[in-house]
């Protein structure tokens, strides 16, 4: 379809909401109108021609009393029929009872096209129209000879011919007039819809690498995010033209957005689909398709969107330490975090791959950046790029130009997966950088300022099928993109000092600190000896000042034996500092073998947790004190105490040996640190920044001097003239 074509129709269709629509609803309202009856409009068309037979044939079954009406799907030679006498031009014939007749006419389609009307919400509009006495204008509007909203060749009132409105144009015609309609409701413009050269490059790259393998046969085309349904109808007639019609697809996809699924079910319809092979409702959390897996996925993903409408479906207890069960097994591996799902659409797709064919599966999906690299090493993204180059089923990703989507001018790649690698791909990922590859349009629409032209979709194509390395095609190992995170730590140096201020602080207990501190200042002594009477103004400060405590908590602070177990302790610190003294310790180690032995000798009432709590209380962290030793094993090998504070992270790339590399880039720059083995966790990301970059040398000197000098020359006169003035 040509843009001409495709902006008459838009600019005729927007025309009508502009004439009709208008002061009966808000402008952002006119979509709920408009689409369907586009709809309407373009499957009237198709029953037009056979509609005489069609009201024989209902009059005769009714004879008969032959209540199943799926018969006429044999008449029409479309899966769906209208089985009342009305079309859209007869309609306007009873201008009187045009609103009772609509009526009539909707009721009579077949029960495909009723879950159309009614994911549309179209009924609840009719009222309306009928109050504002506009159903006779809006259906004129539509019947109009000079549009041709059907898919056949159409003649207009001067016997001209107007070109058919494929199902691929009637794509691109919804977007346009979705885009305008969520404009004029200050929404998201194009949020669901995938520019057809993109979709184009996809299908290319998803067929043209096994279109001579594809014999006779059966395969299924699956989206997982399907929208209006433009991947599928393209994946399909692409597969048609590339295999030489040799096989038989069938297109199966799931939406959650019940209008854009009543557009996709439609035009479904119209090229007869079976629309029961287009699942309702949130791939996510109920998927549509559990036991079937695919040939051919393909998918443009909501990316930066929350999950958390489905992760009771998917998860238990989300993000609670040792207690998050994954409940969906398509969602094993791990989980992104909830602001964003697309990973999970990606997995969901990997979930239904076919591991018995000859020809597997292969994967075509549209992603931001943030699905390359965002995650730590182990977290749900990182371990979901893990799971599938580790299984060796990404082939390429390809960086798409800025701005040629509607709704975003940021990065979008799109990675291209497969589980029967040829094998000079085998253990290796391609990336093309094909940010550079695209024309400028004339008009911006929504974001996109651009697109993707034949030569470019060909030329893309053609460095997929080539698999060499150019200035824009790059190709590493697997491996390339993995790391191990590394645990870098470096001890713990304390110096520690008993003073009575210090050891003031065991009077309280840890947890309790400021409940305490209050309550020992406000009533002093008495906290040892009349607690239980201090009981109601102590509970009526926690409640004034909104502290809720734990049960546990709450009864320490209310007990007599606690406060009195607290003042024991500070009392035995208190002869502790009698025999141990006040001077500075800088050895940690040897000021805690005192205090243990002397805290034996002398029978003091502090046990092993008191202990280690006076000294905390009394010790401070010193660069320039002995490293605290945690312990000394058998072998006279010594563990130190590791300093958090001082705790860094390295990654190392998986082909470079971990104790090289932190001998090289930590160790000989800070000779005391150690790696905590135990913590290493291995982890992928792609960086096209990087592997893309051209270093620009800086300017010289000298060139920068001429620079200033020159701009010195010629703003002198300028100056000059200033000050004359």
């Known amino acids: 379809m040509d843009h001409k074509s495709h902006n008459q129709i838009v600019s005729f269709i927007w025309g009508i909401a502009d004439d009709v629509l208008r002061d009966v609803f808000v402008r952002g309202k006119y979509r709920d109108i408009i689409l369907p009856f586009t709809v309407l409009r373009r499957l009237d ?59 009539v006419y909707l009721d009579g389609f077949s029960p495909n096209v009723q879950e159309i009307i009614s994911k549309f919400k179209l009924r609840n509009q009719l009222e309306t129209m009928k109050e504002s006495e506009i159903t ?58 995938t520019p057809r050269e993109i979709i184009k490059l996809m299908t290319h790259i998803m067929f043209t690498p096994i279109k001579d393998q594809i014999d006779k046969g059966t395969y299924l085309i699956y989206d997982p995010a399907s929208g209006s349904g433009g991947m599928l109808t393209e994946a399909e007639e692409q597969a048609h033209e590339l295999t030489g019609n040799k096989a038989t697809f069938y297109l199966y996809g799931q939406e959650v957005n019940p209008e854009t699924y009543a557009i996709c079910t439609s035009d479904m319809l119209i090229k007869g689909e079976k629309p029961e092979n287009i699942a309702f409702g949130s791939t996510l959390s109920k998927d549509g398709f559990e036991n079937f897996s695919f040939d051919f996925m393909l998918s443009n993903p909501p990316y930066g969107k929350s999950w958390k409408n489905d992760v009771d479906a998917i998860v238990d207890d989300r993000g609670k330490k040792d207690k998050e069960k994954i409940k969906d097994d398509r969602f094993q591996i791990g989980l992104p975090t909830i602001s964003d799902g697309q990973l999970l659409f990606l997995m969901n ?37 893990r799971h599938i180059i580790e299984n060796d089923w990404l082939e390429c990703i390809i960086a798409l130009p800025k701005n040629i989507f509607y ?13 029967r690698k040829p094998a000079n791909r085998k253990g290796k990922v391609q990336l093309i950088n094909a940010l550079d590859l695209y024309v400028k349009l004339r008009k911006n629409l929504g974001e996109k300022n651009c697109e993707l032209t034949e030569e470019h979709i060909h030329q893309i194509t053609q460095l997929y099928m080539d698999f060499e390395e150019n200035e824009i095609s790059k190709i590493y190992p697997n491996e390339h993109f993995g790391y191990n995170k590394i645990t870098v730590e470096r001890p713990l140096r304390l ?22 501190t209050w309550a020992y200042e406000k009533f002093g002594e008495k906290v040892y000896t009349q607690l239980d009477e201090l009981k109601p103004q102590i509970e009526a400060y926690l409640k004034k000042h909104e502290i809720k405590l734990k049960p ?29 003294g006040t001077q500075q310790h800088d050895d940690f180690n040897l000021l805690r073998d005192l205090v243990k032995d002397t805290v034996k000798q002398e029978g003091l009432k502090l046990d092993a947790k008191a202990q280690k709590r006076t000294l905390e209380v009394i010790s401070w962290k010193n660069e320039e004190a002995e490293a605290v030793i945690k312990k000394t094993e058998k072998d006279g090998t010594i563990i130190y105490e590791a300093d958090a504070d001082l705790r860094d992270t390295e990654k190392v790339p998986l082909d470079e040996e971990i104790e090289v590399y932190f001998d090289r880039e930590v160790f000989q720059h800070v000779s005391d640190a150690w790696i905590d083995h135990s913590k290493t966790i291995k982890g992928y990301e792609i ?23 020159q701009l010195e020359r010629e703003t002198d006169g300028i100056l000059n003239e200033i000050v004359k003035d």
């Open 552 to 580: 546990a908590s709450n009864k320490k602070l209310l007990s007599q034996k606690f406060w009195n177990d607290q003042l024991e302790i500070l009392q035995a610190a208190e002869q502790l500092m009698s025999l141990v």
């Open 349 to 385: 797709m990997v979930s239904k791959m076919k591991h018995n064919t000859e020809l597997g599966s292969r994967i075509a999906s549209v992603h931001n950046g943030s699905a390359l690299f965002t995650g730590d090493a182990g977290g749900g993204e990182s371990e979901i790029r």
């Open 45 to 103: 068309a198709l029953l037009v021609p056979t509609k005489e037979k069609v009201l024989e044939t209902v009059e005769f079954m009714k004879k008969e009393k032959i209540d199943n009406l799926s018969a006429l799907n044999s008449i029409t030679g479309y899966p769906f029929w209208n089985s009342s006498r009305f079309t859209f031009e007869n309609l306007l014939h009873d201008a009187d009872n045009i609103d009772s007749n609509l009526e």
């Open 136 to 193: 006779y204008l809006l259906i004129e509007k539509f019947a109009s000879k000079e549009i041709n909203l059907s898919p056949v060749e159409a003649l207009n009132g001067k016997s001209e011919k107007l070109p058919p409105l494929t199902n691929l144009g009637m794509g691109y015609v919804f977007e346009e007039l979705i885009r305008k309609f969520n404009e004029e409701n200050n929404e998201e413009a194009g949020e669901h819809f």
């Open 495 to 516: 110096s520690a000092q008993f003073t009575a201020e210090n050891i003031a602080a065991l009077r309280f207990d840890k947890g309790l600190q400021d409940e305490m």
């Open 407 to 419: 709704n975003t001018g940021i990065p979008t790649y799109v990675w291209i997966l497969s589980n």
């Open 687 to 709: 960086s096209f920044t990087r592997y893309f970059y051209n270093y620009v040398p800086p300017r010289s000197i000298e060139e920068i001097t001429a620079e200033i000098l």
